[in-house]
């Protein structure tokens, strides 16, 4: 069966290379970008999500990012990113962990070998020189934050429609990817580019290619293995039984 072939490839192999979507946290209540209930549904994202719209007005995208901000800090990390914690203590250094998305749960379930490609809604940059620094706790905040080194406004460290990645973190995902023995994405409509090629880049340089998404997806057809599955259940299957259930010691 491919479900017992994709077990003993995950288990065997030394190079791991995972890329989560926002499906990942659509069961910790964070809601996910495309689809019904979706984040974009209603909105124009270049009226919030775009360096125009914060030139236009920083304080009404600000308001939105600290409305987002708050939310995903009342969401707990749930079983799969657990899962994917215990995966990156089973593996080591030949395990990178990619996220497209910007809510910190995997983070705050214990993941340590983590790139966050799109950056993150827990953290501010600042215009002036560019020191990244965590917001303070929800009830605490007031946006906008300044610098603690210059003292300059700040806006989310998050990537806008229209600019580009950071390089570097960039390059970090994709030479994971490109030497990568298992390839595993999770919960991305795999429609966002570049993180939608890493799939592809994985699967022609070799590795074995995991899908899970209660939807198929562009990638699906070129998926070893892809399970119409929540991303909770479906890495259940994949992964070792105690996966996940241990609480994690910080
Ligand atoms: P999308 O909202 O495009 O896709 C979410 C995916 O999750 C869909 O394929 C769903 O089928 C799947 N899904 C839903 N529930 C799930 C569950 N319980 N378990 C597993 N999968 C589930 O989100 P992304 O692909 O992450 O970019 O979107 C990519 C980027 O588009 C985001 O990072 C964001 C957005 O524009 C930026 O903000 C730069």
């Known amino acids: 069966m491919e479900i017992q072939e994709a077990r003993k490839r995950l288990d065997s192999s030394a190079r791991v290379a995972v890329l989560t979507g926002a499906g990942i946290s659509a069961e910790s209540g964070v809601p996910t970008f495309r689809g019904a ?4 549904e209603g909105f124009r994202p270049e009226e919030l999500a775009t360096p125009e719209a914060y030139a236009r007005d920083p304080e009404k ?10 939310q995903v800090m009342q969401a707990e990390p749930n079983p799969a990113h657990r899962m994917l914690a215990q995966l990156e203590r089973a593996k080591g250094d030949g395990f990178l962990l990619v996220t497209q998305n910007v809510d910190g749960l995997h983070l705050r379930a214990g993941s340590r070998r983590v790139v966050e490609l799109h950056g993150s ?6 215009e002036r020189c560019g020191h990244r620094q965590p917001l303070p706790p929800p009830d605490a905040f007031e946006p906008p934050p300044l610098c603690e080194r210059c003292g300059g406004r700040m806006r989310p460290d998050v990537v806008w429609f229209g600019e580009f990645l950071d390089a570097e973190l960039l390059a970090r995902a994709e030479r994971a990817f490109m030497t990568a023995e298992v390839a595993l994405v999770i919960g991305t409509s795999a429609v966002v580019e570049p993180a939608a090629s890493l799939g592809r880049i994985a699967k022609s340089a070799g590795a074995y290619l995991i899908e899970v998404n209660p939807e198929p997806t562009p990638l699906t057809p070129l998926a070893d293995l892809s399970l119409r ?3 909770a259940h479906g890495l259940g299957r994949l992964l070792p039984d105690d996966a996940g259930t241990r609480e994690e010691a910080e």
Do not use: E, H, Q
Not at 37 to 40: E, M, P, R, S
Not at 63 to 70: E, I, P
């Open 229 to 231: 599955a929540g991303a």
């Open 121 to 126: 809604l827990t953290r501010a940059r600042c």
């Open 61 to 70: 995208v600000w308001r939105w990012y600290a409305a987002r901000y708050r």
């Open 37 to 40: 209930g979706g984040l974009w």
